[in-house]
């Protein structure tokens, strides 16, 4: 009974594993400023250059050394580690403990206009994370810009993703615009969502990271297609102390005609240090159309067999291995009871019950109504007739000692 029980409550889970799949190759939309899903490309190590469209090495040199490269950490393309979609690449930073930088331009040049902004990318941490950043540059379109020498120092407008040290988890969206007051270019940065973010750099999977800013100045920001974070680029924005002192010191002189507006942007780029190797990035998007984004989307992110409500439960025990208990109180007791309703084991029924037995070689009734059914069969309607007289005239025995 005991095993039946097990067997069929085992029989209640889903294996965790998620079937594997192969992936398939996307069509770039023609209304994408940037469309990356690099599907096809391998790393000219010769020239520094990849193959793939218009990535480009930084070539940026030390400041105090510079006949050294500032950023000598290896990029290469290759299939995921993740072997649910079997066959998917990506852009993988290789070299922990050093610095990466990478770059490519845009189709066209995107204008902070009456459209929104729609950037998105996945990271993929097929290891603990230690220390780094996975976040994403969008670079400031100026004609001087250069690929081959994109630092730290490069202008961007906005820097978007993961980034961890320590205990400490985030998601940084930072803008940089110039101060309309002041004249001078100044960061601000959104405020953390108030939600755990830790799962996003543990849990070994895949994360789809969604920046949506509109023309009224307000923002989103998503994972795996959940918001966890929305504000105002005019109210819900930090400062740093030193801006904050600037911009207090100008207040009464704060005033001016000019919009806000941020600038428009040329280039994506990652200027990452990281402590952990084997970071993959892949799908990066971006577009002024939700819809050309959610078609995206779906092409790419929805290939995945994301977990169910099930799967994420089970999942949830790595971490937290009390909740098996939870999960058999709350899905094995009713299985069981099911169980022992539908089909009942007569050496655990209660004592008053019809199939109890007691212990005693003393003939039972049913063994007695068998017998006489038995006897009736064998000696004919007349014997059954006499043997049911006979039974009514026999006095009932009273003695119970």
């Known amino acids: 009974m005991t095993r039946c029980l097990l067997f069929c409550f085992c029989l209640s889970l889903p294996h965790s594993s998620a079937a594997q799949i192969a992936y398939r190759r996307v069509a770039i939309p023609e ?10 490309a391998a790393l000219d190590r010769c020239l520094f250059l990849f193959a793939l469209k218009n990535w480009v090495l930084s070539k940026a040199v030390k400041d105090e050394q510079p006949q050294l490269l500032k950023y000598d ?26 610095h990466h930088a990478i770059s490519a ?24 994370v230690d220390c780094g950043g996975a976040y994403i540059k969008l670079l400031s379109h100026s004609d001087d810009l250069r690929l081959s020498w994109f630092s ?33 270019f100044e960061e601000k940065h959104a405020r953390q969502p108030e939600v755990d973010l830790s ?14 800013v509109y023309p009224d100045h307000t923002f ?76 995206w989307t779906q092409d790419t992110w929805g290939q995945r067999q994301t977990p169910g409500v099930i799967e994420k439960l089970l999942m949830a025990t790595v971490k937290r291995p009390w909740l098996w208990g939870v999960y058999v109180v709350t899905v094995g007791l009713p299985i069981i009871l099911f169980i022992s309703l539908m089909w009942p084991d007569k050496r655990f029924g209660p004592p ?16 007695r109504q068998d017998a006489e059914e038995l006897v009736s069969r064998a000696e004919g309607p007349a014997g059954a007739q006499a043997e049911s007289r006979a039974v009514r005239r026999a006095p009932r025995n009273t003695d119970v000692s």
């Open 31 to 40: 209304q994408a400023y940037f469309a990356e899903p690099f599907d096809a």
């Open 73 to 98: 950490g290896e990029w290469v393309i290759e299939e995921s580690r993740e072997t649910r979609l079997l066959g998917n690449r990506g852009l993988v930073l290789k070299s922990p403990g050093k």
């Open 105 to 128: 331009y845009l189709r066209k040049t995107y204008h902070f206009t009456d459209k929104p902004l729609c950037l998105q990318y996945e990271v993929f941490f097929p290891k603990t």
């Open 152 to 184: 730290d120092a490069t202008p961007y407008t906005i820097m978007f993703g993961p980034d961890k040290c320590g205990s400490s988890h985030k998601i940084h969206f930072i803008f940089r615009h110039r101060n309309p007051a002041t004249g001078t």
């Open 199 to 212: 799962d996003y750099f543990t849990d070994q999977r895949p994360h789809l990271y969604t920046l949506n």
């Open 220 to 295: 989103e920001i998503l994972v795996d297609l959940t918001l966890i974070n929305k504000g105002s680029l005019l109210e819900d924005m930090l400062s740093s102390q030193a801006q904050d002192q600037e911009d207090s010191a100008s207040a009464e002189h704060r005033r001016s005609d000019e919009p806000f507006t941020l600038s428009s942007v040329s280039a994506v780029g990652f200027e990452l240090l990281s402590l952990t190797a084997d970071v993959m990035f892949d799908n990066i998007f971006v577009s002024d159309d939700l819809e050309v984004s959610r078609r």
């Open 352 to 367: 008053d019950q019809d199939y109890y037995y007691k212990k005693t070689d003393e003939p039972q009734a049913e063994d």
